[in-house]
């Protein structure tokens, strides 16, 4: 499995430190940033998001100070559902419900957490109920206009 990790500035050291951790079972790609110099955050997570929305790689890790930034930039990217999360019931959750595609970690999660926060996303599946699938295509289909409650 292919697994491509972006970060600003701000996630660097996490991200140098996940890019360890994963490497030991999945082929990881970076998508930058490569240093601890400041830089903006959507312009990572724009070229993450084109890799997975163009199946370069099948899931995304983003990091920034926050987390929320880079989830919002990230977002931007037909196709991309990003969730920032701090627990295990959100990572759950936001996989079996949502499919998201990418997950989105603040810099200051501990290493210990973020592991276990990847793993789960990594390794829980989408439960395809219907439900679930009627509100992706929705959000998926969404164009500005044409949408009506």
């Known amino acids: 499995m292919k697994i491509g990790i972006a970060s600003?500035?701000?996630g660097f050291a996490l991200k140098k430190s996940l890019i360890e951790y994963l490497e030991k079972r999945y082929e990881v790609i970076d998508y930058g940033t490569n240093s601890d110099v400041s830089v903006d955050y959507p312009d990572y997570a724009f070229r993450l998001g084109?890799?997975?929305s163009q199946q370069e790689v099948l899931f995304g890790i983003a990091i920034c100070g926050s987390g929320i930034g880079i989830s919002i930039a990230c977002n931007k990217v037909?196709?991309?559902r990003a969730a920032k999360v701090n627990t295990l019931e959100e990572v759950i959750l936001t996989r079996q419900d949502n499919d998201?595609?990418?997950l989105c970690l603040s810099s200051k999660t501990a290493f210990d957490q973020a592991t276990k926060l990847v793993d789960t996303f990594l390794?829980?599946?989408f439960s395809k109920l219907?439900?679930?699938q009627k509100r992706i295509e929705k959000?998926?289909?969404y164009e500005e206009g044409n949408y009506v409650c």
């Open 50 to 52: 084109r890799a997975v």
């Open 8 to 10: 600003d500035h701000r």
């Open 100 to 102: 998201a595609n990418i």
């Open 130 to 132: 219907e439900r679930h």
């Open 139 to 141: 959000i998926q289909n």
């Open 123 to 125: 390794e829980t599946p």
């Open 78 to 80: 037909k196709g991309i």
